[in-house]
């Protein structure tokens, strides 16, 4: 074989494992089925609920400070908490870790039963026992520790704290800085824990269904894993194997070229 047969082949190797690792549109772009002014009503309405190891926070204000303020641990108080543990500087409010068994020990009430309730359905159960009481309290409550952990071909991987009642897995990703080019999008998979349960389930966001899936909305602490798409995984595997092919092309050029010379 002369060398620019050599050549050639060399050139024909190299490109064909180039373009075994290029994407195609269908890969990379977002719910490609949507059509222009399309209506999708999605049934997966979502309504949070707490689980296990939340961090929740709930404050009761009524029309009367003072017979609230049993309802209201706080911790840091200076100044004159004696008389009046409203007047403190400094107070920060005590939250409530849900237990193994899923309750909060509630002050004066005692322990109130909280996992797999929504923050509405807590508001009232509160309200019921607050009422031997108070007389109509208020009463605020936020999740204080909701996170999601974005994993994988993203930009910027990570644990995000979510602001809100609800996130949907495309904020959750644009947090994330969205996914790279080497993302599957056909195949995200999203761990759920159901109070030490793992659940996996997968999604698929090339497709406008990605939006009645059960884990379109993430709940807190759910763990979001996009895998390298197979352009991905080939240019992985191209680049040891392109690298050696080039070094054997190379040794199989000098040698030519030693023997063309030597021929001549």
């Given at each position: 074989?002369?060398?620019?047969?050599?050549?050639?082949?060399?050139?024909?190797?190299?490109?064909?494992?180039?373009?075994?690792?290029?994407?195609?549109?269908?890969?990379?772009v977002?719910?490609?089925?949507?059509?222009?002014?399309?209506?999708?009503?999605?049934?997966?309405?979502?309504?949070?609920?707490?689980?296990?190891?939340?961090?929740?926070?709930?404050?009761?204000?009524?029309?009367?400070?003072?017979?609230?303020v049993?309802?209201?641990?706080?911790?840091?108080?200076?100044?004159?908490?004696?008389?009046?543990?409203?007047?403190?500087?400094?107070?920060?409010?005590?939250?409530?870790?849900v237990?193994?068994?899923?309750?909060?020990?509630?002050?004066?009430?005692?322990?109130?039963?909280?996992?797999?309730?929504?923050?509405?359905?807590?508001?009232?159960?509160l309200?019921?026992?607050?009422?031997?009481?108070?007389?109509?309290?208020?009463?605020?409550?936020?999740?204080?520790?909701?996170?999601?952990?974005?994993?994988?071909?993203?930009?910027?991987?990570?644990?995000?704290?979510?602001?809100?009642?609800?996130?949907?897995?495309?904020?959750?990703?644009?947090?994330?800085?969205?996914?790279?080019?080497?993302?599957?999008?056909?195949?995200?998979?999203?761990?759920?824990?159901f109070?030490?349960?793992?659940?996996?389930?997968?999604?698929?966001?090339?497709?406008?269904?990605?939006?009645?899936?059960?884990?379109?909305?993430?709940?807190?602490?759910?763990?979001?894993?996009?895998?390298?798409?197979?352009?991905?995984?080939?240019?992985?595997?191209?680049?040891?194997?392109?690298?050696?092919?080039?070094?054997?092309?190379?040794?199989?050029?000098?040698?030519?070229?030693?023997?063309?010379?030597?021929?001549?």
């Amino acid at each position: 074989m002369s060398t620019n047969s050599l050549s050639k082949f060399a050139s024909i190797l190299i490109l064909s494992v180039l373009i075994s690792s290029c994407a195609s549109r269908q890969d990379i772009v977002y719910f490609q089925d949507a059509k222009n002014f399309e209506t999708l009503v999605a049934d997966n309405a979502f309504t949070p609920r707490f689980k296990v190891d939340d961090l929740i926070s709930i404050h009761v204000s009524t029309l009367n400070p003072e017979a609230s303020v049993p309802f209201n641990l706080v911790v840091g108080i200076s100044g004159d908490a004696g008389a009046n543990p409203t007047a403190g500087f400094g107070a920060e409010q005590v939250s409530y870790l849900v237990d193994k068994e899923g309750e909060i020990d509630f002050p004066v009430i005692g322990k109130v039963k909280v996992a797999g309730l929504s923050p509405e359905e807590l508001r009232v159960s509160l309200r019921e026992l607050l009422t031997d009481y108070l007389k109509d309290p208020i009463i605020n409550i936020r999740l204080l520790n909701y996170t999601v952990t974005i994993l994988g071909e993203v930009r910027t991987p990570g644990t995000y704290p979510i602001i809100g009642e609800q996130v949907t897995i495309l904020e959750a990703l644009g947090l994330a800085g969205d996914l790279t080019i080497r993302g599957l999008r056909e195949n995200i998979m999203v761990i759920r824990d159901f109070d030490g349960t793992k659940v996996y389930n997968r999604i698929d966001l090339t497709s406008k269904d990605a939006m009645k899936s059960p884990v379109y909305y993430l709940t807190q602490n759910d763990v979001v894993y996009v895998e390298p798409n197979n352009a991905a995984v080939n240019a992985s595997a191209s680049t040891t194997g392109l690298t050696v092919t080039v070094s054997i092309i190379g040794v199989l050029l000098s040698v030519a070229t030693l023997i063309v010379t030597s021929n001549r």
